[in-house]
């Protein structure tokens, strides 16, 4: 079992950052893969970013790449998402969530393949 809990969202000007965390209680995060979704009002929840066990390996969706890292810090639970030069196009609740599945970019980018998911955090970008 691992609870997942979001913070650092927030209200930031286009252009602007922020850097979200994830922290993880429970026996063995290091052993799950790591995601990120995002929901904006009246739309599905879509994948941003994944990060493996090891944190060796990361993939992210096509329109943040370059603007967004994804990075673990297995000593503390936490995965983080620093998120730079961002438009109002970012807005939307950022969920954290965890698998046990393989890694593949098959796998990663689907939300049905992550057991545990945390409650959310608001991002709102303003033009």
């Known amino acids: 079992q691992v609870q997942l809990v979001e913070s650092g969202g927030g209200l930031v000007q286009a252009g602007g950052s922020l850097r979200l965390s994830c922290a993880a209680s429970?026996?063995?995060?290091?052993?799950?893969?790591m995601g990120w979704f995002r929901q904006a009002p009246g739309k599905e929840r879509e994948f941003v970013a994944a990060?493996?066990?090891?944190?060796?390996?990361?993939y992210y969706t096509d329109s943040v790449k370059g603007r967004f890292t994804v990075s673990r810090d297995s000593a503390k639970n936490t995965v983080y998402l620093q998120m730079n030069s961002l438009t109002p196009e970012d807005t939307a609740v950022y969920y954290c969530?965890?698998?046990?599945?393989?890694?593949?970019?098959?796998?990663?980018?689907?939300?049905?393949?992550?057991?545990?998911w945390g409650q959310g955090t608001q991002v709102t970008v303003s033009s």
């Open positions: 429970g026996r063995s995060f290091s052993t799950y893969l």
């Open positions: 990060i493996s066990w090891s944190g060796d390996s990361t």
């Open positions: 969530a965890a698998s046990t599945g393989p890694w593949h970019t098959i796998v990663v980018v689907s939300p049905r393949s992550y057991n545990y």
